[in-house]
């Protein structure tokens, strides 16, 4: 599982400046925010996760 909060630390002591960083920031922060519901959805009642931690699951940044 990745480190979210490291992710999250970065983008914050790194404002965009340019419009470009600006859509690049919130194409990361909708991508963490898909991977967090995911990982929601893909644990169960125990806490247990579903999922085979040796599955790759792709995603697209815009």
């Known amino acids: 599982m990745p480190d979210y909060g490291e992710i999250l630390a970065f983008l914050a002591a790194n404002p965009p400046q340019a419009e470009a960083e600006r859509e690049l920031h919130a194409s990361l922060l909708e ?32």
């Open 31 to 62: 991508l963490l925010a898909q991977c967090l519901r995911a990982e929601q959805v893909a644990t169960g009642d125990d806490g247990e996760e579903d999922l085979d931690p040796g599955e790759i699951r792709w995603v697209s940044v815009n």
